[in-house]
């Protein structure tokens, strides 16, 4: 039996067949390496996001450190303020009588002025000269001279703290994980007032220079020894804020921060930049940004607090305590004022990406805000055009009650605003809603 014979169109057709076998199985091929490309780039997308976020937040950081922590005259004008609190205030006046006591010895002083029938007085006398050299102490600190001299203090305790990582700091030392603030100065301006309030507990007038000016001479430990006749004990008056064996590692990682802000800065755009490149879908890569912004932020957030509950636990508590942490929230005021913009940027930013978005819940909130604000703008043209044609008849016929509850207006407002560029700006709306009222009447009228 013969078989069927092969017609050129059947042939025809079999090729025809095999090469649309062949084209998709290359257009198969072109779809799978299609979507293999569109999974990495999303990949990277989602990889660059978070790493976007940390530069951000790590150059705010940076940023911060050195426009306040490193730089002298902007940390001046942030620890100017402290003194004015009383936590901080406290602190250091009951750190400074303590200090004069322990190298005064009063109680001493006085069983040795005392008769021997008298000398189970010298403890309760001491309790009140300690008393009033407390009061001395408070007053001084709360003083202008003191806020001076506390301004210029600082400034040469930063200027000098710069240089601790070469170990040239007197004021800062690091070799022993320690940091000494110098409250010689207030010392010797309380010294100064105990010498003229209570001559007869040194015995003579002290001859100590007057440091309202703010400016601290160089010798003046030499001179506060010789006043006193005593040898001062190496660490006097230096209030010790932070110990914790950590600080140069702590500072050498501002330092290298503050070299690495401009990096930092460049990162993250181009980072951004590129994700944003790569993304096949940049409204998603946005929204990560945002979620990793805010987590970023938080976590920076966290690590500070968790940095400041270190440095609270090493100081002892109550008084001193208290004053470091309200030093420590007014210095870092700033950077936590950017931490929370960070965290809205972020939150605003997914929120902003997710609305845009083609889901069904920002579909149906943009199509209703469309819809109320064309309700809202016939609405407005509805009232303006009632306004326009009613409303100067109602001025008319309620000319003199308008006018009378403008003059009440200003006068309850004259009375809450106590300034007199508050009271003037008041009586020019005054005069100004006075005659446009009687214009708008007459008009009417006419």
């Given at each position: 039996m013969s078989s069927p014979r092969t017609t050129p169109a059947d042939a025809e057709a079999?090729?025809?067949?095999?090469?649309?076998?062949?084209l998709r199985g290359r257009l198969d091929d072109r779809r799978r390496?299609?979507?293999?490309?569109?999974?990495?780039?999303?990949?990277?997308?989602?990889?660059?996001?978070?790493?976007?976020?940390?530069?951000?937040?790590?150059?705010?950081?940076?940023l911060w450190a050195a426009a306040t922590a490193l730089d002298t005259d902007r940390w001046v004008r942030a620890v100017a303020p402290?003194?004015?609190?009383?936590?901080?205030?406290?602190?250091?006046?009951?750190?400074?009588?303590?200090?004069?006591?322990?190298?005064?010895?009063?109680?001493?002083?006085?069983?040795?002025?005392?008769?021997?029938?008298?000398?189970?007085?010298?403890?309760?006398?001491?309790s009140q000269v300690r008393q009033s050299v407390a009061g001395t102490v408070d007053k001084v600190v709360g003083g202008e001279a003191f806020q001076r001299i506390w301004v210029e203090a600082n400034?040469?305790?930063?200027?000098?703290?710069?240089?601790?990582?070469?170990?040239?700091?007197?004021?800062?030392?690091?070799g022993d994980g320690h940091v000494r603030i110098d409250l010689l100065p207030?010392?010797?301006?309380?010294?100064?007032?105990?010498?003229?309030?209570?001559?007869?507990?040194?015995?003579?007038?002290?001859?100590?220079?007057?440091?309202?000016?703010?400016q601290i001479p160089d010798n003046l430990r030499r001179r506060v020894e010789a006043a006193l006749g005593v040898t001062l004990p190496a660490n006097f008056a230096q209030f010790t804020v932070y110990d914790g064996g950590r600080l140069r590692a702590a500072q050498e990682a501002v330092v290298v921060l503050r070299r690495s802000v401009a990096g930092l800065a460049a990162a993250a755009v181009g980072l951004l930049a590129l994700a944003l490149l790569v993304s096949p879908g940049r409204r998603r890569t946005l929204a990560q940004l945002g979620i990793w912004l805010v987590l970023a932020a938080?976590?920076?957030?966290?690590?500070?607090?968790?940095?400041?509950?270190?440095?609270?636990?090493?100081?002892?508590?109550?008084?001193?305590r208290d004053g470091v942490a309200a030093a420590t929230s007014t210095v870092t005021a700033l950077l936590r004022t950017r931490g929370e913009q960070l965290v809205w940027l972020g939150a605003g930013l997914?929120?902003?990406?997710?609305?845009?978005?083609?889901?069904r819940l920002p579909t149906w909130l943009r199509r209703a805000v469309a819809r109320g604000g064309r309700a809202v703008a016939r609405g407005t043209r509805s009232a303006?055009?009632?306004?326009?044609?009613?409303?100067?008849?109602?001025?008319?016929?309620?000319?003199?009650?308008?006018?009378?509850?403008?003059?009440?207006?200003?006068?309850?407002?004259?009375?809450?605003?106590?300034?007199?560029?508050?009271l003037l700006a008041v009586a020019v709306l005054l005069a100004g809603y006075e005659a446009a009222v009687t214009l708008v009447g007459r008009g009417a009228r006419a």
């Amino acid at each position: 039996m013969s078989s069927p014979r092969t017609t050129p169109a059947d042939a025809e057709a079999a090729r025809l067949r095999d090469e649309v076998a062949a084209l998709r199985g290359r257009l198969d091929d072109r779809r799978r390496r299609a979507a293999l490309r569109a999974a990495a780039r999303r990949a990277a997308a989602a990889v660059l996001a978070p790493v976007v976020a940390l530069a951000v937040v790590a150059g705010t950081v940076g940023l911060w450190a050195a426009a306040t922590a490193l730089d002298t005259d902007r940390w001046v004008r942030a620890v100017a303020p402290l003194p004015q609190q009383p936590a901080v205030a406290a602190a250091v006046s009951r750190y400074a009588t303590d200090q004069l006591f322990d190298v005064l010895d009063v109680e001493r002083r006085l069983r040795a002025v005392l008769p021997d029938q008298a000398a189970f007085a010298a403890g309760p006398l001491t309790s009140q000269v300690r008393q009033s050299v407390a009061g001395t102490v408070d007053k001084v600190v709360g003083g202008e001279a003191f806020q001076r001299i506390w301004v210029e203090a600082n400034r040469r305790l930063h200027r000098q703290a710069v240089a601790v990582l070469d170990g040239t700091s007197t004021v800062v030392t690091a070799g022993d994980g320690h940091v000494r603030i110098d409250l010689l100065p207030l010392i010797n301006q309380v010294l100064r007032q105990l010498s003229a309030q209570m001559p007869t507990l040194f015995g003579r007038r002290l001859s100590l220079p007057d440091l309202t000016s703010g400016q601290i001479p160089d010798n003046l430990r030499r001179r506060v020894e010789a006043a006193l006749g005593v040898t001062l004990p190496a660490n006097f008056a230096q209030f010790t804020v932070y110990d914790g064996g950590r600080l140069r590692a702590a500072q050498e990682a501002v330092v290298v921060l503050r070299r690495s802000v401009a990096g930092l800065a460049a990162a993250a755009v181009g980072l951004l930049a590129l994700a944003l490149l790569v993304s096949p879908g940049r409204r998603r890569t946005l929204a990560q940004l945002g979620i990793w912004l805010v987590l970023a932020a938080v976590a920076v957030t966290a690590a500070l607090r968790a940095a400041r509950g270190e440095l609270l636990a090493a100081v002892p508590a109550g008084t001193y305590r208290d004053g470091v942490a309200a030093a420590t929230s007014t210095v870092t005021a700033l950077l936590r004022t950017r931490g929370e913009q960070l965290v809205w940027l972020g939150a605003g930013l997914t929120v902003v990406m997710y609305l845009v978005g083609p889901g069904r819940l920002p579909t149906w909130l943009r199509r209703a805000v469309a819809r109320g604000g064309r309700a809202v703008a016939r609405g407005t043209r509805s009232a303006g055009r009632a306004l326009a044609g009613r409303g100067p008849a109602w001025v008319r016929r309620h000319l003199d009650a308008l006018r009378v509850a403008g003059v009440v207006a200003a006068a309850a407002a004259a009375l809450l605003l106590g300034s007199w560029p508050a009271l003037l700006a008041v009586a020019v709306l005054l005069a100004g809603y006075e005659a446009a009222v009687t214009l708008v009447g007459r008009g009417a009228r006419a």
